[in-house]
């Protein structure tokens, strides 16, 4: 099945923040992300959560609409184990352009399906998966994860922290919460710290906050 890759890029025009790319052309280190922080002059938060919406919602719209595209619609994949995600899908008016559809939800598909599904395949993505949830999904270091999750993660792979710091020591906003990902709780160059001195000071039942495309 052919598949369009697509990148945000910064750029003076609005309809221009995208480009087209491919398994050898594709960005492998956060240069669009940086791209973007630069662009806003500061770091996205739980508040202020832009990097979905313009990452990916937005590079996608700009595509459509260069290849004439007036209207389509959106398959996310929103389990019915996900009620309120779905109900959230339901009740949000998304324009004229794009109408959102979750199938797996509306099929009756659970977490405990689509695990069944790949272990009846001949091929997995090696993600290890804890009752369905896997953490090692989206974005490595994402802030909208559970402190104890991506502590955990740095002290798997270290390296995993050095853009998440990198992007802090950038302290591109005036005021201090917007040099950081999150106010509420440690830098992600003191999380790696942390990890290095076998130190947890995250609640392990602590929830991840939701992200997706429905947001």
């Keep these: 099945m052919p598949i369009t890759w697509l990148e945000y890029q910064a750029a003076e025009e609005t309809a221009d923040r995208w480009r087209l790319v491919d398994f050898e052309t594709a960005s492998r280190n956060g240069e669009p992300f940086e791209a973007l922080i630069r662009s806003r002059n500061f770091l996205p938060n739980p508040v202020a959560r832009f990097c979905t919406v313009e990452l990916k919602v937005r590079a996608i719209h700009r595509y459509l609409k260069t290849i004439g595209w007036t209207e389509w619609d959106s398959m996310l994949g929103i389990r019915a184990d996900e009620p309120r995600r779905l109900a959230k899908i339901g ?15 509306k099929a009756g598909i659970t977490k405990e399906d689509v695990g069944n599904f790949w272990r009846a395949q001949t091929f997995d993505l090696g993600l290890p ?4 949830v896997t953490m090692h999904g989206n974005c490595d270091l994402c802030f909208l994860k559970g402190g104890a999750q991506v502590l955990s993660l740095i002290a798997e ?15 591109l906003a ?13 830098s992600y160059a003191s999380m790696l710290q942390y990890s290095k001195e076998q130190i947890n000071l995250f609640d392990p039942n602590e929830e991840a906050i939701s992200c997706f495309c429905g947001d």
């Design 174 to 186: 005036s005021k201090p919460s917007g040099a950081v990902f999150r106010s509420d709780r440690p």
């Design 129 to 132: 998966n804890n009752n369905g």
């Design 91 to 105: 009740n949000q008016d998304y324009g004229k352009h794009e109408e959102k559809c979750a199938p797996l939800g």
């Design 157 to 171: 792979k270290p390296e995993r922290a050095i853009w998440w710091a990198k992007m802090e020591a950038l302290a």
